[in-house]
Each structure stands twice: as structure tokens, then as C-alpha cells.
């Protein structure tokens, strides 16, 4: 089975930073697209950004700019690097990862991670 760690969400200033992380554990043979999502109270899930497994980027387009998506395709991880955090981007903020496939014969699926909580606010 694979499972999607998220880490590095907390507390922070408006204005701070903070890069969150994204690891497939399990026996991965291969990933395709990654991304984060956030969900913040009575709203929707939305896209934060995706990235390929060659490393094109996709990002929301009101997050351009001060969100920077990264992985290592040699550990399972995606990154969310957030700079100039405002308190409208408190949520919870879910990874996943698409087309997993733990051998070269699968179709591939997709994962989430159980979400970590990410609160600007002074």
C-alpha cells in the first residue's frame, strides 16, 4: 500500500514562510502528476499547483508568484514552498499523487494525504 505523509504545516505571521513536504512511502515504482490542494473552513477544495513527473508546473492563479511547487523524484516528495503568507490562506492543505503504480504491469491511482493544517495569523 502507499501513503502520503504531509509535513511542515503550523502556525506562522502573516508575511513568514513555510514549505511544506509530501512523501510517498510504500513500494512506488513510478508517479505521475503530483499536486496541493487546500480547503479552508466552508469552502471547497481548490488547486493550489500540480507538477508533472518531468516537472512542468501548474499553479492557481491567484497563488503565481508566492507559491513555488518542487519534487524529488528520487524520494516520492513534492514541496510547497509559500512565501509572503496572508491569513486568506489559512486551510488545510491535502497532496496527492496520480497514476502510482507499484509495478509496471498497473494501471496506476490515485493517492491523498490526511491533510496538514496551515494557520496565518498574527
Known amino acids: 500500500q502507499v501513503q502520503l505523509v504531509e509535513s511542515g504545516g503550523g502556525l506562522v505571521q502573516p508575511g513568514r514562510s513555510l514549505r511544506l513536504s509530501c512523501a510517498a512511502s510504500g513500494s512506488v515504482f513510478s508517479i505521475g502528476a503530483m499536486g496541493w490542494y487546500r480547503q479552508a473552513p466552508g469552502k471547497q477544495r481548490e488547486l493550489v499547483a500540480t507538477?508533472?513527473?518531468?516537472?512542468?508546473?501548474n499553479y492557481a492563479d491567484s497563488l503565481k508568484g508566492r507559491f513555488t511547487i518542487s519534487r524529488d523524484n528520487a524520494k516520492n516528495t513534492v514541496y510547497l514552498q509559500m512565501n509572503s503568507l496572508k491569513p486568506e490562506d489559512t486551510a488545510v492543505y491535502y497532496c496527492?499523487?496520480?497514476?502510482?503504480?507499484?509495478?509496471?504491469?498497473?494501471?496506476?491511482?490515485?493517492?491523498w494525504g490526511q491533510g496538514t493544517q496551515v494557520t496565518v495569523s498574527s
Open positions: 507538477i508533472s513527473s518531468v516537472g512542468s508546473t
Open positions: 496527492n499523487a496520480d497514476r502510482v503504480r507499484l509495478h509496471w504491469t498497473d494501471r496506476g491511482s490515485l493517492y
